[in-house]
């Protein structure tokens, strides 16, 4: 099976599954539990923080975050576009009373620096109370420059907000830029990423920060329903994760690259975009044809409408990258398509 839907969809390999057998645990709850504390501590150590906390998702690291960030009746500032607002279900909003401000996102995945001094609100009681600006890197696979974390880190200062950086695929940035995760987390008060998607653990993320934050996100985490008991046995895997998964990234980005190419190349395809592990393409008239041919070929991808997003992973390997683009050229082109 190749999917190619989500780096969500990776396994974990047998040697991570021996390390979570093997793991040693404890109740996390009572703090007992030394494989989550290990896995924490790491993740604080990798991103340069004081800090980390083991969750159960990104949902429940961004939403944790945000509640530590914010009181009821404040507001967060955030892409239009950003996953912390619009594919959280609102979860802010709902069990924090916290309030989403969007702001434009533009195409590179940057926010709009000057819509947000137009949104930011003065201190007068007929406004919530502008408190936390929430960046995403990446953004659709695509890679922010620091140099934009710095000037949100400055309109962050200017107006006194926090600063959460919702990295999920953050690692993706770090091996796409060359630098190390800390140089990306640097300027961000939290920073939430994601263990189960390129980096192959089955299941989890790390939210990471001062400790003051980290301790209120914890109290946050247990009323979310988040607090693990024997949990070592899912941290063992992202302890794993992150000792072997994170350099092995830029073989994803080739593959993505090589598979954007190779699509580019024939008739009736255009690819829309193409950053660190995702390939966006528009297949044209024949992409249910394609998408049909694919799943008999155990292939599996998501079309929305003629559009697909192609994610490369840790469970893509070369030889997947041609018979994908194999099954492309056998079942695209639109020229003799009808003959
Ligand atoms: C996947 C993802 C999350 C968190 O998702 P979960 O499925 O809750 O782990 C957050 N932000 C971004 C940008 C993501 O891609």
């Known amino acids: 099976m190749i999917d190619l839907r989500s780096d969500t969809v990776t396994r974990p390999c047998s040697a991570m599954r021996a390390t979570m057998a093997e793991a040693e645990v404890g109740d996390d709850v009572w703090g007992d539990d030394p494989t989550v504390s ?4 790491k993740a ?10 083991y969750v159960p998702s990104g949902t429940q690291s961004n939403l944790s975050a945000i509640l530590a960030h914010c009181q009821r009746g404040d507001e967060y500032i955030v892409g239009d576009n950003a996953h912390t607002y619009k594919y959280e279900a ?3 909003a709902v069990l924090g009373s916290v309030q989403p401000q969007p702001v434009r996102m533009l195409a590179s995945g940057e926010l709009d620096l000057d819509h947000i001094s137009q949104v930011i609100k003065p201190d007068d009681n007929h406004f919530a109370r502008s408190r936390l600006l929430c960046i995403e890197n990446t953004h659709d696979g695509k890679v922010l420059p620091l140099d934009f974390h710095h000037r949100a880190r400055k309109m962050a200062d200017d107006h006194s907000l926090g600063l959460h950086l919702d990295g999920a695929r953050l690692w993706n940035a770090a091996v796409a830029l060359a630098v190390t995760p800390a140089e990306v987390a640097a300027v961000f008060d939290t920073v939430s990423v994601c263990l189960s998607k390129g980096l192959g653990a089955p299941v989890g993320s790390v939210l990471v920060g001062s400790q003051d ?10 009323m979310l329903g988040g607090g693990m008991r024997q949990a070592g046995i899912i941290a063992a895997a992202g302890i794993y994760a992150l000792d072997n998964n994170i350099g092995r990234m830029a073989d994803d980005h080739d593959r993505a690259a090589r598979l954007a190419d190779g699509l580019q190349a024939i008739d009736g395809v255009t690819v829309t975009g193409r950053s660190t592990n995702m390939v966006f393409v528009d297949l044209g008239p024949n992409a249910e044809t394609m998408a049909e041919h694919a799943a008999k070929s155990d292939i599996l991808i998501a079309l929305s409408g003629t559009t697909t ?7 893509v390997a070369d030889d997947d990258v041609n018979q994908v683009l194999d099954l492309a050229a056998r079942t695209l082109p639109t020229a003799g398509a009808s003959s």
């Open 309 to 315: 997003r192609l994610v490369t992973h840790l469970d």
């Open 44 to 53: 604080a150590e990798l991103l340069g923080k004081e800090a980390g906390l």
């Open 213 to 222: 934050l980290v301790d209120d996100a914890r109290r946050w985490r247990k």
């Open 90 to 92: 609102g979860g802010a």
């Open 38 to 41: 290990r896995l924490e501590d």
